[in-house]
């Protein structure tokens, strides 16, 4: 695929923009781009994506290559904007031209500010002087944004590959990635028409390829963290934004689609996106919790991926909002299920309709043949993530009956079961008795002076326990499997000089990843002081995250999901704020320089104090009240109004409602319905329906291991129940301490912040990119673009500001020494030799080389413009456009030269021995002939020094008959051989390789045939699977063990274990 030239770019940045900036221009030309075909569009580095819903809500976390004829696998110098010198790792040539101007990271932050704003950032203070200033007007916009970049068209899709488990070749689709139809993408302006018609075509990913490659091109430079933020409000498509990039990092990066690490990682993602993702009123494929993506890297590679999720709709499970759906994996279950598995896990004749926590709408037959395939799929994933299927599917099970449990208060003191048999089915197949699965829900153990008390429940503190335990075990179990995804590590490494899979090149260098292997995960909520990585200047070790969270959602009504969801939208636009607005304002000011442009943006500060603020925000006083017996929702809504009535984001709705209270977001209004807040926020289990699952009681070892944490020996040596309370999910698994010693923990929403806190701690000190989706239309209808809903996004993301920004302002700054280390090569001649002070006289130097190589190129002018201040030059973004433009240009142009130098030479070298052959054979005399009739002069060594190259063989196919003693003295002295010894045995593989893939020892391998045929004892039968320990001594064998038998067998009389190919993996 060849980009579109530098002219018909010009409209795919915002900041070229013809004519007065305001948010109507800024919506009628969106609206003539998604009419085009094309839903991305740029402001300077940053990335503005349209979601079109061109596709039905349906998610599609795995392609197969079948599907993605085009698919890029790799990335070139042929971007207009490309430049970067090749990184010692990737093949010649990969890199591309980096964005630049990383924020300074802050070194104090203000004791009054909330906890979540600790990720702003300060630009180092000094004197005021005199800047230097320079500005350039000339002609017309033309350069291109970075965003765009020209890319090799790939060739022709490679069939899947075997990947190795615990010795059994598994046989993987070749998946593509990560891919989801969903929410369209891009064209070029030449094919608007045919994508208006049929779609947007393969090469609507230039925009997130070009900004994939700047990440990586900017990561190669310095080696420093980066991480891509998505944002936007719910349903317009930041899934699919951050699947296409994850997709396009690991085909750049991380050894494309036919890795097994690429393969484990989508399978990974398809089991939680089944498991995290449900409908709900705004979006028909919603994602109920956050995820930051972490791709840790070495030398600039991809060696492991970590997926850390951030939940908040835990109440989903038990409670489902009015016409919204419960978790997806559900629906998929009840559809795929057979008559037989049915039976087995209870739910013979248990229908949508039958079960209480799934909601009572019929969905279309459609939807279930696609819930049937999605659960096929779904299943073949976690097989291939080596996850037991049967126990996932019995504790799903479990959950599903829970629902049609309940407790009612009886004649006597016992509390009266309505649907024993379900509870009876549950214990079953949680594997414990329902004598003691009851007596969990129903009773309660204090211990009071080293004396055990045991009382009966109510029938509400009951049912509320059992709800408890149905969301304790569908996300402990979601917490598991992202553990196990989580601690798999790559089996093997990238080298320098590798082009293969991953899987075929070596694992020397696993040794230096120990230190990430063994790091703790950022959401462990005991480490609130983890700031990420630690890195040296020098190290080549760091990560490139993807941060998808929550996106600001409304729903009628608003309830604590809603108000933890609009948090997290807050912080992340903050963190926005305070990159794109606040850092360059702070820096002009520091070095004394005046803003030309003034830009009024809306700082949500305010708003997240209100929310988050220790003791008087409002989650902190729900947080206080979740833990007071006696306290109601009346209650908490006169504390927060006596607090906050003064506050402009704070208001009272009207008509006045005992129940309602209304923030102003930076998105507008919302009203929040506190009705259920308080038993919303619960997030505790007794251990009395802990114990019920502790290895003495319960045989199904799968849940004892979900709750294997919280068994342990009280500090007073008990070992039972007494009384103590757990998180329903917790990192840690440690023991929470009482109400009465330690308020405000064991809640939802301070286990939400915590976690959300540790998320932006862990991206502090990361260069950020900013992807800004945009749905076209409130009700997901195919290709309709809504101006009023466009408009109400455009205005809460402040896009508006942001262009006004990139187009008239000085928003982009780099230090001398970096700016002059990166763009040094327009200046001709050699280096300069260094000076005491040479940084701001060799800028001035680049500047004026950088002019001229302008005023000779042929693209379009652009406005230029730059200061000079103490520390920093600031420029403009049509300068960052130029200098990108031609900094690529001329590094497209030097490895060109260098190309076309050792093309040249090659092929000179090759036309001399043609020419020779020839000759050869012209001569009708062959070469073995000629050589026997004739006397050959022997070398002479006397002028041979150890800094003279070795002698020159004879051409090749000429045998060689002997050798003169002096030649090979010399020689052997030369490379410390002693000629009198044999050469050293190479020693013996610890793998072998069977279809292009490396499978470590042992092995699992079938036997062809019998061996040994003709002995009765100590004999392997044909169809016996046996395990290979390793090579033998003996050329051509193994050795093979089966039970207590060990022989040397060859290996054509085995054949390697394989599974065949799972076929329905697009979800």
């Not at 702003?120 to 944004?145: E, K, M, T």
């Not at 990560?543 to 948090?567: A, H």
């Not at 076209?776 to 508006?800: G, H």
């Not at 044999?982 to 292009?996: D, E, F, I, M, Q």
Request: charged share 20%; with cysteine; glycine share 6%.
């Amino acid at each position: 695929m060849t980009g579109p030239g530098t002219s018909s770019l010009v409209s795919h940045d915002l900041t070229h923009l013809v004519g007065p900036l305001t948010e109507e221009s800024l919506v009628k030309h969106l609206q003539t781009r998604f009419h085009g075909g094309l839903w991305q569009t740029c402001i300077g580095p940053q990335l503005v994506c349209v979601n079109g819903f061109t596709r039905p809500p349906e998610l599609r976390v795995l392609t197969s290559d079948s599907n993605r004829n085009n698919d890029r696998t790799s990335f070139s110098f042929n971007s207009g904007v490309s430049g970067a010198l090749p990184s010692p790792c990737s093949p010649l040539p990969s890199p591309v031209s980096p964005l630049v101007l990383p924020a300074s990271p802050s070194s104090n932050t203000s004791s009054s500010r909330p906890s979540l704003l600790s990720f702003d950032r300060r630009i180092d203070n000094g004197a005021s002087s005199n800047p230097a200033v320079q500005h350039r007007q000339i002609g017309s916009p033309g350069l291109p944004s970075p965003g765009h970049s020209q890319l090799d068209p790939a060739g022709s899709p490679v069939p899947g590959t075997n990947l190795q488990t615990r010795g059994v070749a598994i046989n993987v689709p070749a998946v593509s990635v990560l891919h989801m139809r969903h929410s369209s993408s891009t064209s070029t302006c030449s094919e608007s028409a045919q994508a208006v018609q049929h779609g947007p075509s393969d090469t609507s990913c230039q925009f997130m390829e070009g900004m994939v490659t700047t990440v990586l091109s900017q990561h190669a430079d310095s080696f420093h963290p980066q991480v891509i933020l998505v944002s936007g409000e719910s349903g317009s498509g930041k899934t699919h934004c951050s699947m296409e990039v994850l997709r396009l990092l690991l085909e750049a990066a991380g050894g494309g689609s036919q890795t097994d690490a690429f393969k484990y990682l989508s399978a990974a993602l398809t089991v939680v996106r089944s498991m995290a993702s449900a409908l709900t009123a705004g979006n028909a494929d919603s994602s109920r919790v956050g995820m930051y993506i972490e791709n840790l890297t070495s030398d600039c590679l991809v060696y492991r991926t970590k997926i850390h999720c951030l939940f908040v709709d835990m109440n989903r499970v038990t409670t489902v909002p009015w016409r919204e759906q419960n978790f997806h994996i559900f629906y998929q279950m009840l559809a795929g299920l057979s008559g037989e598995e049915r039976v087995k896990l209870h739910l013979g004749d248990k229908s949508v309709r039958t079960l209480r926590y799934l909601t009572t709408e019929i969905r279309p037959g459609l939807q279930d043949q696609r819930d049937r395939e999605k659960f096929e799929a779904w299943k073949a994933c976690l097989s291939i993530l080596e996850i037991p299927v049967s126990d996932v599917l019995r504790v799903l099970s479990s959950v599903l009956l829970l629902g049609n449990v309940s407790f009612v208060e009886g004649a006597g003191q016992e509390l009266e079961t309505e649907g024993n048999a379900e509870l009876k089915s549950i214990a079953a197949l949680l594997g414990v008795s329902g004598v003691s699965l009851y007596r969990g829900f129903t009773t309660q153990i204090r211990v009071s002076r080293g004396q055990v008390c045991r009382t009966i429940t109510d029938a509400a503190t009951a049912n509320a326990r059992r709800g408890s335990l149905a969301r304790a075990l569908y996300f402990r179990t979601l917490s598991a499997i992202l553990r196990r995804i989580n601690s798999m590590k790559r089996r093997t490494s990238h080298t320098a000089n590798s082009t293969g899979s991953a899987e075929s090149r070596g694992s020397s260098h696993s040794s230096q990843y120990s230190q990430y292997n063994n790091k703790p995960d950022i959401l462990h909520p005991s480490l609130p002081s983890f700031l990420g990585l630690s890195l040296s200047k020098r190290s080549s070790e760091s990560f490139i995250g993807i941060l998808d969270l929550f996106g600001f959602e409304t729903s009628e009504p608003n309830r604590l999901e809603q108000l933890c969801t609009n948090l997290c939208a807050e912080a992340m636009q903050h963190y926005y704020n305070t990159h794109v607005f606040r850092a360059p304002a702070d820096a002009l000011q520091d070095e004394g320089i005046q803003q030309e442009v003034d830009v009024c943006y809306f700082n949500n500060t305010p708003v997240i104090e209100l929310l988050s603020a220790q003791t008087v925000g409002i989650l902190s006083i729900l947080d206080v009240l979740t833990l007071s017996e006696h306290a109601t929702q009346k209650e908490f809504l006169e504390q927060i109004r006596s607090h906050h009535t003064a506050n402009n984001h704070f208001f009272e709705p009207l008509p006045k409602d005992d129940q309602l209270f209304g923030i102003r977001h930076f998105t507008g209004r919302t009203v929040y319905d506190t009705s259920d807040f308080l038993s919303g926020n619960q997030d505790l289990l007794a251990d009395d329906t802990i114990c019920v699952f502790s290895r003495q009681n319960c045989n199904f070892g799968f849940v004892s291991h979900l709750f294997s944490s919280e068994m342990q020996p009280s500090p007073d040596g008990l070992t039972g129940p007494c009384g103590r309370k757990y998180r329903l999910l917790s990192s840690s698994h440690q023991e929470i301490e009482s109400p009465e010693r330690s308020p405000g923990t064991g809640t939802l929403s301070k286990d939400f912040q915590a976690r959300l806190e540790n998320i932006l701690k862990s991206v502090t000190n990361a260069k950020p990119h900013f992807i800004r989706c945009i749905k076209s239309n409130d009700y997901a209808r195919p290709r309709t673009f809504d101006c009023e809903t466009v408009a109400r996004q455009i205005r809460a993301l402040q896009i508006k500001q942001a262009v006004q920004l990139m187009a008239g302002g000085l928003p982009h700054r780099l230090r001398y020494k970096m700016f002059n280390t990166r763009y040094r090569l327009f200046v001709s001649g050699p280096r300069q030799t260094r000076r005491a002070e040479p940084s701001r006289e060799e800028t001035k130097t680049v500047l004026t080389y950088f002019l001229k190589v302008m005023d000779e190129s042929k693209h379009p002018y652009i406005s230029t413009q730059w200061y000079l201040g103490r520390r920093h030059i600031f420029y403009s973004e049509g300068t960052r456009q130029s200098l990108e433009t031609m900094r690529g240009e001329r590094i497209r142009s030097a490895a060109m030269t260098i190309q076309a130098i050792w093309r040249g030479q090659r092929s000179r070298k090759r036309v001399r021995v043609l020419r020779t052959q020839a000759r050869a054979a012209s001569s009708g005399v062959s070469s073995h002939k000629s050589r026997a009739h004739s006397k050959r002069q022997p070398y002479n060594t006397s002028s041979l020094t150890p800094t003279t190259p070795r002698p020159q063989l004879p051409p090749k196919g000429e045998r060689i008959e002997r050798v003169e003693p002096a030649v090979l003295s010399y020689v052997c002295k030369l490379w410390r051989l002693d000629p009198s010894k044999k050469p050293a045995v190479p020693t013996k593989r610890a793998y072998s390789v069977h279809g292009n893939v490396k499978i470590s020892y042992p092995q699992s391998r079938c036997m062809k045939t019998d061996f040994p045929e003709a002995s009765e004892r100590d004999s392997f039968k044909k169809g016996d699977i046996v395990t290979v320990l390793g090579p033998s001594a003996t050329r051509g064998h193994h050795i093979v063990q089966k039970g207590d038998t060990i022989l040397h067998v060859p290996y054509t009389r085995m054949a390697i274990q394989t599974v065949h190919e799972t076929s329905g993996l697009n979800i």
